[in-house]
């Protein structure tokens, strides 16, 4: 290895972002890549040892491809071209398609950055999109984070602050699963344990997270709202809350109309809000710091014609009494007074959560339940509770033309304020509902396996008139593109991280990822191919003319740190800008203005007046399921990913393929014995909407009444002799087949993928 070399950076396959170290032959081979000792994100997992495999995967798309033949036939007709002028064609596509319908009808895509390198350049494709005059960028932000960002900002102002585990006395992990899913949480977890701190997990199924856990909480899936609530009701019954933070940082003391259901205020809707003092009701300016009040406000308020929104709050939550709270989510009254003791009396306290909470009918009120619920404790934005750290620097913003977005008309709080939905997307192309959608650069992304309705899905694409998409691999959403173009790896492409995540030692953390090797064959870096479309749109002043480089400069601007210096230092460096500030609400500027939260009441808010305004429940609420549950489709159906993959890539890879061979679906022994399944045998999973075959897999990791199965399955493993699967076919295992979009979350939009009604049966 004497004439190979090592090279510093980082893996982008997720959002974990380990730092690594590539080992590169002399002629340009990728040998192995090995997590990074020295790098603040160290650990390292199956995917990213497996990046040789992927850099040389035989499967690879080699050179720019042009459709010959129609959507409808089997095979696309692929013919090669230059990447000049595959380039010039698109641009001229769209810009004809964008003179006649409006550049709305040009939707843009890519993956979610969670599971795939998208991070690295994501902003500037949502950039192309806002330059070239489309606000539709199609997410699964619906179905992905959207509870922990956009819906969480409803309660604290903001997405869900970060986790400080760090210094955490007691962990609360609800609907994630990090050992398997993000590496870097799971190693801080690990090592807060280690120190002393306590871990609860709520999750419906056994998993590597729930096995280190000191309390594990398994509710029935989709039941979520219900279970916080009900810590909730005992924490308020109990007064194990912190007084302090509730009286004076949310906006429970605020009295409320109960005519209106909206909040008194001094001067009519203009003025300050007002609390109960004991004698008289008080106006507060909430501008102020609470320690300028003229009184502290009472929490617990009933009077003819108003009641305080604390007193509105906890009358919601005695509803969820433990006896009520166990018969819905099959949580023992014993486990839930658990729980509601390591949430409230068990020192500091930080919690994370993810998709598991997301993917329901109910995922907005969830995300008010689970952040009213942490509210309650006090420990936000404190020491070892959730804490915002500073923002390093990014790109100058462009204003999106967002009013026309889709679906934002039908959810104006809801997942479209940041991003588009596949279904809203399918709608467009299908129905021209509310308007036509003529087009869709994808970088990336498979949204036919990723989002329910796959063969409406399917539809959609081919009635397209122009489908570019740039990929490393042809997916099943892949082969309906009129251009299908070759991206290059990760490995082969650069990149800049201004912030690593997680803790303040890796928040602080700024890297430029060179690129390892030069791409394979004809292949591209995505973000190279952004800029020279950009450019050929005539685009190319918003894209610092084509410049990359130039472009990575002005993300630095502010952080203290330049890309040569960076580029000297592969391993990254600690931005000399980066503070952690705790407890920021409590600042107040030389005005005398105090920061508070970024909420219209500048407090968390226990109860929204936004919801109230739009037609929704101001208070946290649940959703009872159970009707939907019938003698024809009595279980559960929930879904879950694999350390092995991200999404639907990864099962050509023979190092990961041969550590999970086949797609399986997970039965408890009591489910199997009732429907005559065995052990290893094929199933069919039948819901409302469709039915896949899978290999029954009979385990106590689900419960009773529920079956869990993982998305993402079409690829075949040639070298392994492991088939694909066809994810439009009933003999196929593509979970979204069997899911509809039709029912969903009326506030962010959400489907409820992980708790769908369905049946099995043995297959002879």
């Keep these: 290895m004497a004439a190979g070399r090592t090279v510093r950076g980082y893996c982008a396959q997720c959002k974990s972002r380990c730092g690594s170290v590539a080992v590169v032959s002399a002629d340009d081979v990728l040998l192995s890549v090995r997590a990074d000792p020295d790098h603040p994100n160290h650990a390292f997992c199956v995917k990213g040892a497996a990046a040789p495999q992927f850099v040389h995967d035989p499967g690879r798309l080699r050179y720019p491809m042009r459709r010959t033949n129609p959507k409808t036939a089997g095979d696309p007709g692929w013919e090669r071209i230059s990447w000049d002028e595959a380039l010039s064609f698109a641009a001229d596509r769209l810009r004809a398609l964008a003179a006649r319908y409006g550049p709305e009808s040009v939707v843009f895509t890519r993956p979610a950055p969670g599971g795939s390198h998208a991070g690295d350049w994501s902003p500037f494709l949502d950039r192309l999109a806002t330059a070239f005059g489309s606000p539709n960028v199609l997410t699964t932000g619906h179905i992905c984070s959207w509870g922990r960002g956009g819906g969480a900002a409803y309660t604290f102002g903001g997405r869900l602050p970060t986790a400080h585990y760090e210094a955490a006395a007691a962990i609360l992990v609800w609907g994630h699963n990090p050992a398997a899913s993000h590496l870097q949480t799971w190693r801080r977890i690990q090592e807060a344990t280690r120190r002393g701190a306590r871990l609860a997990v709520v999750d419906p199924r056994a998993t590597t997270t729930t096995e280190r856990a000191d309390l594990w909480i398994r509710p029935r899936p989709g039941t979520d709202a219900a279970l916080a609530l009900g810590v909730l009701h005992l924490l308020l019954a109990d007064g194990t809350f912190d007084h302090d933070f509730v009286t004076w940082w949310t906006n429970g003391p605020f009295l409320v109309d109960t005519a209106t259901g909206r909040f008194l205020r001094s001067g009519g809707d203009a003025g300050d809000f007002v609390v109960w003092d004991g004698t008289a009701a008080r106006a507060v300016d909430v501008e102020r710091h609470p320690s300028t009040w003229p009184v502290r406000p009472r929490l617990r308020v009933d009077r003819p014609g108003m009641r305080s929104a604390f007193t509105l709050l906890a009358e919601r939550a005695a509803r969820y009494d433990p006896a009520t709270v166990a018969g819905l989510t099959r949580v023992s009254e014993v486990d839930l007074r658990r729980l509601a003791e390591h949430v409230g009396s068990s020192g500091a306290l930080c919690y994370d959560t993810y998709n598991g909470v997301e993917q329901h009918t109910d995922t907005a009120q969830t995300s008010r339940a689970l952040g009213v619920l942490y509210a309650l404790t006090g420990w936000l934005e404190a020491p070892g509770g959730n804490v915002t750290f500073g923002s390093p620097g990014g790109l100058p913003k462009l204003r999106p033309a967002a009013a026309t977005r889709l679906g934002l008309a039908e959810r104006p709080l809801g997942a479209p304020k940041h991003g588009v939905a596949a279904y809203d997307v399918y709608d467009a192309a299908l129905d021209d509902r509310p308007y036509p959608v003529r087009a869709l650069v994808a970088f990336g992304g498979n949204a036919l396996l990723q989002n329910g309705d796959s063969r409406r899905g399917r539809e959609a694409l081919r009635a397209l008139d122009f489908h570019v998409h740039v990929d490393m691999v042809e997916n099943p959403t892949a082969r309906f593109a009129d251009l299908l173009l070759p991206a290059a790896t990760p490995w082969e492409s650069p990149g800049l991280a201004t912030t690593f995540g997680g803790g303040p030692v890796t928040q602080a953390h700024t890297q430029y990822r060179a690129p390892v090797l030069v791409p394979r064959h004809e292949s591209r870096p995505d973000v190279e191919v952004i800029f020279d479309l950009a450019v050929r749109l005539g685009l190319g002043e918003s894209f610092w003319d084509g410049d990359v480089r130039a472009a990575y400069a002005e993300q630095l601007r502010g952080t203290g740190l330049t890309l040569d210096e960076l580029e000297a230092h592969p ?194």
């Excluded at 429940?617 to 559960?636: G, K, S």
């Excluded at 991200?646 to 061979?661: D, F, K, M, N």
């Excluded at 040639?718 to 069997?738: K, T």
Aim: some cysteine; overall charge neutral; charged content about 20%.
């Design 571 to 764: 391993g990254g460096l600690r931005r000399p800008t980066a503070t952690v500030t705790f407890r920021r609400h409590e600042r107040t500027d030389d005005a005398g203005k105090v920061t508070g939260f970024a909420t219209p009441t500048r407090k968390v808010e226990l109860y929204s007046e936004t919801f109230l305004t739009h037609g929704y429940d101001p208070l946290p609420a649940a959703t009872d399921r159970t009707a939907a549950f019938t003698a024809e489709f009595p279980l559960v159906l929930t879904s879950s990913k694999l350390r092995q993959f991200t999404h639907s890539t990864g099962r050509g890879i023979p190092a990961l393929r041969e550590q999970v061979p086949e797609p399986y679906l997970e039965v408890h022994p009591d489910d199997a014995r009732a429907h005559g399944v065995l052990d290893g045998a094929m199933v069919r999973l039948a819901t409302a909407t469709g039915a896949i075959r899978l290999r029954a897999r009979l385990t106590t990791s689900v419960a009773a009444g529920v079956v869990a199965t993982q998305t993402g399955w079409w690829e075949a493993c040639e070298e392994l002799g492991l088939p694909g699967h066809d994810p439009f076919s009933a003999d196929g295992a593509n979970v979204n087949l069997v899911i509809s979009n039709a029912v969903r979350d009326p506030i962010s939009g959400s489907v409820p993928v992980k708790d769908y009604p369905c049946r099995i049966e043995p297959l002879p």
